[in-house]
């Protein structure tokens, strides 16, 4: 699902080959979906909420006239929870039908983005010019953080923390500070780790997580695409759509394989990735000859002496090892002697534009890219 500020919501059943126009002309900032897609929730900045239980065929206006700048809901659509900027955090535990406005959090503030554990207990919220916020009884209570990713906003100037995004359990989340830098927590935001690693700071404006949290996406405006494997431990840089973008919001499926990204007064992208697992007990895996699928492919017994000579490369420790580049080591299956580098293509990526803004074309402009 996406939504286009000044114009319709877009909803896509086959994973944004092709796009239906629902709703009508609003100023869209924010939009959630349940886990089966079923059961969505709409923000429109300066007007109401909006809800769908059939995937967007009707919709219902429901809570308050309010500047709504970002939702979030549970997996099963029942739980949700919305921010008004300049205004409250609201919550809902009815699909919608009806919302509870926080007062505990005190004075209104500049909510800009709010994330969702699976079973709608544990939330996270984001203060544009301030700090990061807590829930884990399903925005009951609050807890601000006070201590990290503050600092690192108001130092950035003009910047400020531009969204935030959580794994299904909540237990594994991320911010990222618009003039600033990525920031990981992996106790459901007790404690925060700011990453560097990436170099400079950067214009981050949207970050999305897979459901375990290992997966990791994040926008940069006016630059490049960036994912992580390891819950934000390492990050990749892709420059492979040709040029920069104005990147300003991205999503992730369950598995972080399937990508959905959106171009300030652009298009939408969507990106498959085809991981090739990584290689245990003797079981080493390669992409098929066209790079669309990853096959696991059995080391043959044939293949290794166990002589005890580490040096010809046969021992069974030799087993299919991950080395770089994103190749395995296997022995030579003939000789049984020696290293043959056996490539896995660990990306097959497809990268559809679909609509432009206000002008919406369906067409669609597909390339593969390996990594």
């Known amino acids: 699902m996406a939504a286009a500020l000044e114009g319709n919501l877009w909803t896509s059943t086959d994973s944004g080959g092709s796009w239906t126009s629902v709703g009508s002309t609003k100023k869209w900032y924010s939009v959630a979906s349940s886990a089966d897609g079923t059961k969505l929730v709409a923000g429109n900045y ?40 300049k205004g409250k955090l609201w919550t809902s535990d009815d699909y919608g039908a009806s919302w509870t406005e926080d007062n505990s959090v005190g004075s209104t503030q500049k909510w800009y983005s709010v994330a969702s554990s699976a079973d709608g207990t544990k939330l996270v919220a984001a203060v544009y010019d301030g ?22 906003a108001i130092n950035s100037g003009y910047g400020g923390i531009g969204s935030v995004a959580s794994s299904a359990d ?4 991320v911010a ?6 990525l920031w990981i927590s992996a106790d459901s935001g007790s404690s925060w780790t700011e990453d560097t690693s990436v170099g400079s700071t ?9 459901d375990d949290g290992t997966k990791l996406v994040a926008a940069v405006y006016d630059g490049n695409l960036w994912t992580s494997t390891d819950s934000g431990g390492s990050w990749t840089e892709y420059t492979s759509v040709e040029s920069t973008q104005k990147w300003k919001s991205v999503a992730s499926s369950a598995n972080g394989t399937k990508l959905v990204a959106a171009v300030y007064f652009g298009n939408l992208w969507t990106i498959e990735l085809k991981f090739c697992p990584i290689v245990a007990d003797g079981t080493c895996d390669t992409c098929s000859d066209d790079q669309t699928t990853c096959t696991a492919v059995t080391c043959a017994a044939n293949k290794f ?23 395995a080591r296997t022995c030579n299956a003939t000789a049984a002697v020696g290293i043959q580098t056996v490539t896995c293509n660990t990306g097959f990526v497809s990268f559809c534009c679909c609509c432009y803004f206000l002008y919406c074309k369906i067409y669609f402009y597909c390339k593969r890219i390996l990594f």
Do not use: H
């Not at 099963?76 to 900027?85: I, W």
């Not at 700090?131 to 990713?149: F, I």
């Not at 990222?176 to 830098?181: D, F, K, P, R, T």
């Open 46 to 85: 300066g007007g109401n909420l909006w809800t769908s239980a059939d995937s967007g065929g009707a919709w219902t206006s429901v809570g308050s006239t309010q500047p709504w700048r970002s939702v979030a809901s549970s997996a099963d659509g029942m739980n949700l929870v919305a921010a008004a900027y």
């Open 170 to 173: 909540g237990t594994k989340l």
């Open 131 to 152: 700090n990061l916020w807590t829930s884990t009884d399903s925005g009951g209570s609050w807890t601000e953080d006070t201590t990290s990713v503050r600092i690192d």
């Open 202 to 210: 950067k214009s981050w404006t949207s970050v999305a997580s897979s």
């Open 305 to 327: 002496n166990n002589n005890g000579n580490a040096a010809d490369g046969c021992e069974s420790a030799f087993d299919c090892e991950v080395v770089a580049d994103s190749s």
């Open 176 to 181: 990222a500070v618009n003039n600033g830098n």
